[in-house]
């Protein structure tokens, strides 16, 4: 599976990050924004930062829904869009997580990561040609990028992968 761009990158020395591993100080954090946002239901930085804590605190499920609930209040916030369609891709809701990006990039056409993105979810769908177009895009657009590196190297394995069958 060619994954799709996370928000954080883990570090190789650190041990695998789970629920059960989240410290005691992102939890208060945590906690203490689930009622800023109870209070304030129509603020939807706090929404989304509530989801961002949750999603690196890997609750995907609880941070898909605070991102959904900002994203009703803001539409706009492109980042926050394609950090919810990482949620629905780890969640296996592929084609919601597709359509995420798909918004993104019709409001900002050159968006690094849902393009990036939209690439890996065409690979993992089996679909080559319509992967490389998205990931052709991001090295077109943004050639010095990481996301443009990291698109380079999925475009190789694909094509290894093609000549090998």
């Given at each position: 599976?060619?994954?799709?761009?996370?928000?954080?990158?883990?570090?190789?020395?650190?041990?695998?990050?789970?629920?059960?591993?989240?410290?005691?100080?992102?939890?208060?954090?945590?906690?203490h924004?689930?009622?800023?946002?109870?209070?304030?239901?129509?603020?939807?930085?706090?929404?989304?930062?509530?989801a961002q804590f949750l999603q690196d605190a890997h609750n995907v499920q609880e941070a898909s829904e605070y991102y959904k609930q900002g994203l009703a209040v803001d539409s706009s916030n492109d980042a926050a869009r394609v950090d919810y369609s990482l949620c629905l891709f780890e969640m296996g809701r592929t084609k919601e997580s597709l359509e995420q990006n798909m918004i993104v990039l019709h409001q900002d056409p050159k968006n690094a990561k849902a393009c990036y993105n939209v690439g890996g979810i065409y690979a993992n769908m089996g679909m080559r040609d319509s992967a490389e177009k998205y990931w052709s895009r991001v090295i077109t657009d943004h050639p010095e990028g990481e996301l443009a590196a990291k698109a380079r190297g999925n475009t190789k394995k694909l094509s290894k992968l093609a000549s090998s069958f």
């Open positions: 599976m060619i994954p799709i761009q996370a928000r954080s990158q883990l570090h190789p020395k650190r041990p695998r990050e789970s629920k059960e591993n989240v410290n005691t100080s992102v939890r208060e954090t945590i906690e924004l689930r009622r800023v946002v109870e209070d304030h239901p129509d603020d939807s930085q706090k929404m989304f930062e509530l």
